[in-house]
């Protein structure tokens, strides 16, 4: 029998006594171990009482059940391998943004209200490509202007590229997974190489 202290914090779902807080997130890996997915513990769980997953890290975080206590999915691995197209890796502001970690190009403060500038500038040929845009504060975008990186003094943080790996995740979400534990021995490393390197 579930304890009542564990039902407080839970609701019946198909016998299972399941926690409330089902937003927490799981990395779903195909059956070769590529990250496919970030989903939430409701949709893990189904999985696992589908067989249709093997879990392979757990968090720290217990769901009873009628059946019993079950530890909280982290990692989960397909058995069965999911073919999926490679995925196209769009230029767009979110990801010049999440590829440079929010982080300004020219001074290397990281924030949050941020906007994207050419590095060349347009008014000079400067194109709308991933190696000539780069994420930018307010301040150094209002200082730089239309001119070029040696008529005001700024040097680069690191070279813009292409992103030379692209995650089924959407990029936003795959480098914020970079940041759990957990997760980052089974991410393939997406960074650009930074200057000099």
């Known amino acids: 029998m579930t304890s009542p202290e564990a039902r407080r914090g839970a609701y019946v779902h198909g016998g299972f006594f399941v926690a409330r807080n089902m937003n927490h997130e799981v990395l779903v890996l195909n059956s070769d ?3 496919l997915n970030i ?4 949709r893990a769980f189904s999985l ?8 392979l890290q757990t968090d720290t975080m217990v769901v009873h059940t009628v059946r019993g206590a079950y530890e909280s999915p982290s990692v989960v691995r397909l058995r069965q391998h999911v073919r999926r197209p490679r995925p196209e890796l769009r230029l767009s502001r979110r990801s010049i943004l999440a590829r440079d970690n929010y982080t300004c190009q020219y001074c290397g403060i990281h924030a949050k ?3 994207v500038d050419h590095v060349i500038p347009r008014r000079l040929g400067g194109p709308t490509a991933w190696d000539n845009l780069v994420c930018c504060c307010k ?22 590229r292409r992103p030379r790996y692209i995650p089924f995740i959407s990029l936003n979400k795959y480098l914020e997974s970079t940041r759990n534990e957990a997760w ?14």
């Open 184 to 197: 980052r021995m089974y991410l393939p490393v997406f960074d650009t190489p930074a200057r000099g390197s």
């Open 48 to 55: 696992i009482f589908l067989e249709k997953v093997d879990v």
């Open 33 to 35: 171990y590529e990250p």
């Open 39 to 42: 989903c939430n513990l409701r």
């Open 113 to 115: 209200d941020l906007t």
């Open 139 to 160: 301040k150094c975008n209002t200082k730089k202007g239309d001119k070029t990186l040696s008529q005001v003094g700024f040097h680069m943080v690191k070279e813009p």
